[in-house]
């Protein structure tokens, strides 16, 4: 939401009153509609008060160390409920006995919830919705399409193995990534020690030199003194900017959308195409799933760019069903993005005029998950340039800065 200063005119008297909205155009309304006898003259974007600030970041710190929903616990519930409806069990006596069987805390009060709901005369997709953010648009997308086929337990079977598709891939990334992760957080713990222990031993050397010292002994006796001094300061302050980061990136559209955009840029090396190649799998992988089960092309279309979580792809994915209501044709729409490589596209166009287009999407799919799998097999290699350089650099800076000093006193006593 945003909100408007709105300057307004009644008997005479000029007001300004804070009005939450979407829009300019939904701020002047709900202001006419308060005083219906008002003159509006002028309206003005402005920051939330801060009240709206501090709630917001309040929950976004709860939200934090909440957490989110153990994505195999919610698989694994998924698949539960695919058995147990497809057995002929009632759906609200599933999401019972689910509610009821399930460790994680948070799934158990949710499916309790909706089981309620649905004793209370609610569908299913109207029971799931207040939980949106908890499962996705995929889950309510496919509980939707469960209601309209009558297949509630195949539609959720299909839901688990997208899930489980994205998951895998995800937890991939990760081990891949660990090992290197583990490397520089050692290399940056011992170079701190060395900073902290090392450095303060030659320090009172260094002291009794009456010439200017050189650069890199100068940084390193910059850092000790930061370190020994300021080192919890340090700590909090970067815990305090990691916070701030998280919450401006997840309530700041602006500030998403421009960090979002420099993520996939090419000048990003390696994280460009990581974010890029998992994103479009990810987005071609719900889309042609939805398709092949019998969503509307628009309607899936809607579904799967609710799962792209970079807003600057999300932005130029989400014009596609607009230009296909202009009359546009899908290959066409996926053309004018600019994110399909010409092979893709002719693939796409081919499925498009053969009545194939699942088909080809599950293709398409394939080509993605290849070469993303082909970026973890090898994100090592990628990677040991970068921690060898970073190395290089602390070695370099941690031995010129002590031995520097040191030949330019043996030079100045053969001197």
């Not at 909440?66 to 006596?93: E, F, H, L, Y």
């Not at 701190?192 to 009172?204: A, D, R, S, Y």
């Not at 398409?364 to 973890?376: G, L, R, W």
């Not at 970073?390 to 100045?412: E, N, R, S």
Request: proline share 3%; hydrophobic share 50%.
């Amino acid at each position: 939401m945003n909100y408007f200063n709105v300057v307004y005119i009644v008997r005479g008297k000029k007001n300004i009153e804070l009005v939450e909205a979407e829009s300019k155009f939904v701020a002047k309304s709900i202001v006419a509609r308060r005083y219906k006898t008002a003159i509006i003259s002028k309206i003005e974007k402005t920051s939330p008060p801060l009240d709206v600030v501090l709630k917001d970041m309040f929950s976004f710190t709860n939200k934090i160390f909440k957490g989110k929903i153990n994505a195999i616990d919610k698989i694994s519930t998924i698949r539960q409920i695919a058995v147990m409806t497809d057995a002929g069990i009632p759906i609200n006596d599933t999401f019972a006995d689910v509610s009821a069987n399930s460790h994680n805390k948070r799934l158990s009060s949710i499916y309790g919830d909706i089981s309620t709901s649905i004793d209370a005369g609610k569908s299913l997709s109207e029971a799931m919705e207040p939980y949106r953010e908890d499962f996705g648009h995929v889950t309510l997308a496919m509980a939707k399409l469960g209601e309209r086929t009558g297949s509630i337990s195949n539609s959720f079977a299909k839901l688990a193995g997208i899930l489980e598709n994205v998951r895998n891939n995800i937890a991939r990334f990760k081990k891949a990534i660990r090992a290197p992760l583990i490397t520089l957080g050692a290399m940056g713990v011992a170079f701190t020690i060395l900073i902290v222990v090392v450095v303060p031993k030659f320090k009172e050397i260094f002291a009794q030199f009456k010439t200017e010292l050189p650069l890199p002994t100068r940084i390193l006796l910059a850092l000790e003194n930061a370190f020994s001094n300021y080192g919890i300061l340090i700590l909090i302050v970067m815990a305090i900017m990691v916070i701030a980061l998280k919450y401006f990136y997840k309530n700041n559209s602006e500030f998403k959308l421009s960090i979002d955009k420099m993520l996939i840029n090419k000048n990003f090396y390696l994280i460009n195409k990581v974010v890029f190649l998992s994103t479009m799998h990810k987005y071609t992988l719900v889309l042609g799933e939805l398709i092949k089960s019998g969503i509307p092309v628009s309607e899936a279309l809607d579904t799967a760019v609710g799962m792209v979580e970079n807003s600057y792809m999300k932005q130029k994915l989400e014009m596609v069903n607009v230009n296909i209501g202009r009359g546009v044709g899908i290959s066409d729409s996926f053309a004018q993005t600019e994110l399909f490589e010409n092979m893709l596209l002719q693939m796409i166009r081919a499925g498009e005029a053969s009545g194939q287009l699942d088909a080809m999407l599950d293709k398409v799919t394939e080509y993605y998950d290849m070469k993303f799998q082909d970026i973890i097999d090898n994100l090592s290699s990628y990677i040991e340039p970068i921690m060898m350089f970073f190395i290089a650099i602390l070695v370099l800076l941690m031995a010129l800065g002590i031995f520097m000093p040191m030949w330019d006193l043996g030079k100045a006593a053969k001197g």
